[in-house]
Every structure is written in structure tokens, then in C-alpha cells.
């Protein structure tokens, strides 16, 4: 916290890939901690010690960091899951996203996203 009692905004976190995998591979083996639907402020605190050795690039990573990018890859998983449940015939797989080919899955999936978009991010 500053002098004024407003608090200061920390660094943004770079997360590069090993660091994720490690992220996510330390819950996994701690999920029994988990705290109803998420972890409790300790677990997040030891997973930013457990793959403090991967960092490449900006800060390092703190309790807040790790719960805050545990949020984003809950979302960002959740609204694939919803997707592929959007209609039958969408696709999702890892290496190629959503794959929109050709016009009509063009529409498709602009509509879906600018449904989820305002509704989830606005």
C-alpha cells in the first residue's frame, strides 16, 4: 500500500508455456486442497514458490499472480466447454482453436462470441 492507504497495482505476470504446465500440473497434485470450487490462498501461494525456477520473463510470480491466472484458465476452459456444447457441429480441439473454415462457420461463431463477450465480459 502507498503512504495514502490506496493500494499500489502490482507488476502484470508473464506466463510463458513451461510455466503453465508446471502451474497446472502442481494443483492436480494438490487438488484435495481444493477449497469447494478453488484453491485455498496458500496453495496458490506454494505453487508460485514450486515454479519460480521457469520464469523468463517479468516479475516474479506471487500468490495473487497464480490465483488470478487460475481464474483466466477456468474461464478460458469454460467457455470452450460451452462452445463445443453451443451446437451440434462446432468444433474445439487444442491445436487449432475453434478451425472456423468457410462463411457459414463464420457467422456461427461471431454470433457466439458476441453473445458471450457482452454477456460474460461486459
Known amino acids: 500500500m502507498s503512504r495514502r492507504g490506496v493500494q ?6 508473464q506466463w510463458n508455456p513451461n510455466e503453465i504446465d508446471s502451474f497446472l500440473t502442481y494443483l492436480i497434485s494438490v487438488k484435495s486442497a481444493m477449497a469447494g470450487t478453488s484453491f485455498k490462498e496458500v496453495t496458490f501461494n506454494e505453487a508460485a514458490k514450486y515454479i519460480e ?6 516479475p516474479v510470480k506471487t500468490g495473487a499472480h497464480c490465483k ?3 481464474a483466466m484458465l477456468k474461464q478460458t476452459y469454460n467457455a470452450i466447454k460451452s462452445y463445443q456444447h453451443h ?3 462446432c468444433h ?14 463464420e457467422v456461427v461463431w461471431e454470433e ?9 465480459f461486459a
Not at 499500489?8 to 505476470?13: G, I, L, N, V, W
Request: charge should be positive; aromatic fraction near 8%.
Open 8 to 13: 499500489q497495482a502490482q507488476p502484470k505476470a
Open 53 to 58: 525456477s521457469l520464469r523468463t520473463a517479468g
Open 68 to 70: 488470478n491466472k487460475w
Open 87 to 89: 451446437k451440434s457441429g
Open 92 to 105: 474445439w480441439d487444442n491445436e487449432r482453436g475453434a478451425n472456423i473454415q468457410g462463411p457459414a462457420a
Open 112 to 120: 457466439y462470441v458476441s453473445r458471450k463477450v457482452r454477456r460474460d
